[in-house]
């Protein structure tokens, strides 16, 4: 059980194309979906946190209108890349968090390696 | 400002062995302190998970030993095995926090020589 999935797990787009990033909870509901950036041998940086049927709360710097984030169901949400340009290659990964349990666990996906040529 | 610090940041251990990873936290409102394990490429894994309420957490090869007065928490990898090399997160989450965000730190490397 607790199994996240993302999708695609790897893409490779041209600088100025939108890229979009979907995160499914697949055996269990989500009420909060968290996306997190990832640089090569750094730990999780907390882009935005998303509740299912309200707007996302982003972190400080940011971009909303860059990074998207819509959590349409309490199993899905989706992080659009808006105008990708070389630097918002990175690793991306969501985190869903089990409403169902006491302890409210956060399970993560395997990630998706963007790379903006 | 880093709300959990873990150290070290590498950590080399021979098989056999036990590998320990230590943090630290100064936020009184964190009630609850995952550790997670991450193969390069790949999301991180829950491993094992306290709260405050008891001082030890053992599952199978993985103990969290955990000190409330010194707001420090440990892992414990016992019988450290090559296939346990991965990178290492703690976390904690504040009680007072409805979405639930957790605070990482920054992560050790494990490397365990066979």
């Known amino acids: 059980g607790a199994v996240v999935s993302q999708h695609p797990s790897r893409v490779i787009c041209k600088s100025g194309t939108s890229v979009k990033i979907e995160c499914r909870s697949l055996d269990f509901q989500a009420t909060t979906m968290f996306w997190y950036r990832q640089f090569p041998k750094k730990s999780l940086m907390l882009m935005a946190t998303?509740?299912?049927?309200?707007?996302?709360?982003?972190e400080q710097g940011v971009e909303k209108d860059k990074f998207l984030i819509n959590h349409a169901s309490l199993t899905l949400s989706t992080l659009t890349v808006t105008s990708a340009h070389p630097e918002d290659s990175s690793f991306y990964i969501c985190s869903a968090r089990m409403a169902q349990s006491s302890y409210n666990e956060q399970f993560f996906g395997p990630g998706t390696r963007l790379t903006v040529l | 400002q880093q709300q959990v610090k873990q150290s070290p940041q590498s950590l080399i251990v021979q098989k056999g062995g036990i590998s320990i990873i230590n943090c630290a936290y100064e936020?009184?409102?964190?009630?609850?302190f995952p550790w997670y394990q991450q193969f390069p490429g790949k999301g991180p894994a829950l491993l094992i998970a306290?709260?405050?309420?008891?001082s030890e957490k053992k599952e199978g090869r993985f103990t969290i030993s955990f000190n409330k007065s010194a707001k420090q928490f440990s892992l414990h990898i016992m019988d450290s095995q090559p296939g346990d090399s991965a990178t290492y997160f703690c976390?904690?989450?504040?009680?007072?926090?409805?979405?639930?965000?957790?605070?990482f730190g920054r992560g050790t490397q494990l490397t365990v020589w066979p």
């Open positions: 306290i709260r405050p309420d008891v």
């Open positions: 998303s509740n299912e049927g309200s707007k996302a709360t982003y």
């Open positions: 936020n009184t409102a964190f009630d609850y």
């Open positions: 976390a904690a989450r504040n009680r007072g926090s409805t979405l639930g965000r957790l605070y």
